[in-house]
């Protein structure tokens, strides 16, 4: 993986990555996790993060790699490559850190950095749920149970609905502009 050309890089491997949190969190930091595909950023992506990232003192964002997105989404996926979503994310203010993983879920990478708080989409939430801790769909969030045991929190953040990567890509192929 390319990592972007300023030091200090936004965009790191695990292992390093890790120690770096782990270091950050004994003085005091909250740390605020994330992950997913982000294969076309637009607004639903942006407010979201904007979002987490107001949760702690660092907001990480974990990227499903190419065969990972592909497994996940299907074929003709992702439409943009792995280090340039790494990129553009790590260029929003709102991101302190991203890493790419290669896994289906984040499960080991979440146990490996051991976030305060992992937070996910309202598109994970079971339907009229009564508090937010029940509205937690567990079943869809295997990354849970770690945070869970190590002490940590998950959250959900609402959907904007109709702003999804699959809709925007629905767009485009109903318009005709362009071959997906």
Known sequence: MAAISHPPSKIQERVALAALLRERQTA??????????????????????Q????????????VNSDAST????GAGRPLVPQDE??????????????????????VALVEALRPDVYVKGGDYAVADAA?????????RLPEASPVL????????????????????????????????
């Not at 979002?51 to 974990?62: F, I, M, T």
């Not at 190590?150 to 999804?164: A, C, K, T, W």
């Open 149 to 180: 045991a190590s002490g940590g929190q998950v959250r959900l953040i609402p959907y904007l609905p109709g702003h999804s990567t699959t809709a925007l890509i629905e767009r485009i192929r109903q318009r005709g502009s362009v071959e997906v």
């Open 70 to 73: 592909r497994a996940l989404k």
């Open 28 to 49: 005091g930091a909250r740390v605020i996790f994330t992950n997913g595909c982000f294969d076309l950023l637009h607004l639903g992506h942006v407010r979201y993060l």
């Open 51 to 62: 979002e987490a990232r107001g949760l702690g003192d660092l907001l990480v964002v974990g």
């Open 131 to 139: 508090s937010q801790s029940a509205a937690i769909n567990y079943a």
């Open 85 to 106: 979503r790494a990129e553009v994310l790590a260029a929003l203010a709102c991101i302190d850190y991203v890493t790419i993983f290669e896994e289906a879920t984040a």
